[in-house]
């Protein structure tokens, strides 16, 4: 999710876009940090991702800025583009990597995890969502999408509204590291 400046409200109505509003933000080649990304924890964001979609939580923030759980390893006051996408398909499917087994051990994790999907509007392969339970903070990679009806593999996918199926493969940590 998140928060846009006042003008893109009013771009919706004005167009009358139909829910749920989705955006893309991209970075722009030759603009966006010039290429350079912030040094971001280690497994924590694919350095080949280059835009994510998300639904927004708000429309407060100042003109020109947006606020959002960055997977992109942007750097303040880096220029994206943003714009409003009607085409993302519903998802279906999805699998995830935990980034720790820990995630595993929780009792019926497979609920728990299906109930934080609710929180989020959109999923992109190669991203990264945190949510947190019980205190603690999980990671998870986004490792594959498949659309409604016929499941065929997408980039990004709708998981607002939609009913997804969430599949675990094995968590980073218990995947041996290339030397």
């Not at 749920?20 to 940090?33: A, C, D, K, M, Q």
């Not at 990671?139 to 509204?161: C, H, T």
């Amino acid at each position: 999710k998140m928060s846009l400046p006042r003008n893109f409200w009013d771009a919706i109505q004005k167009n009358k876009a139909e829910v749920p509003w989705l955006f893309e933000v991209s970075r722009i080649n030759g603009v966006t940090g010039a290429g350079e990304r912030v040094e971001m924890p280690i497994d924590m964001t694919d350095p080949m991702l280059n835009k994510v979609v998300g639904g927004a939580v708000d429309f407060r923030s100042p003109p020109n800025y947006i606020f959002f759980h960055d997977g992109l390893a942007l750097k303040p006051l880096d220029v994206v583009e943003v714009k409003l996408v009607q085409n993302t398909p519903p998802g279906s499917a999805v699998k995830l990597r935990p980034h720790s087994t820990a995630f595993t051990k929780i009792g019926n994790h497979q609920a728990v995890l299906e109930t934080e999907l609710k929180h989020y509007s959109a999923l992109t392969k190669g991203s990264t969502i945190p949510f947190d339970y019980n205190g603690k903070r999980y990671y998870f990679d986004v490792v594959e999408l498949r659309s409604a009806p016929r499941g065929e593999r997408v980039p990004i996918a709708k998981v607002q509204d939609c009913d997804i199926a969430a599949e675990f493969v094995r968590p980073k940590d218990q995947m041996k590291r290339k030397n």
